[in-house]
């Protein structure tokens, strides 16, 4: 049974008197089966929130990385239903 799941973290910094919020987020990726299981986990920064302006961080390797397990995942799994 496949699973996908996304959650949100928030650690509040202190720089020079000033606050930031750094935002990340923590992305797992379960597949599960009566012959055994995988899982991945990816934990990346998402944004810095802190003053006037909310600086973006773009990871654009998260998405390539979760379509290289998903597509790991698949191949592994069929090959053990194909004999």
């Not at 973006?56 to 990385?65: E, G």
């Amino acid at each position: 049974m496949p699973q996908l799941r996304r959650t949100e973290t928030r650690e509040t910094l202190e720089h020079q008197g000033r606050s930031f919020t750094l935002v990340g987020e923590l992305w797992t990726v379960q597949v599960s089966t009566r012959w055994g299981g995988l899982g991945y986990t990816y934990q990346r920064p998402r944004l810095v929130d802190g003053g006037p302006e909310t600086t973006t961080i773009r990871d654009h390797l998260m998405i390539a990385r979760l379509a290289a397990m998903a597509l790991l995942t698949l191949t592994v799994f069929v090959r053990r239903i194909r004999p």
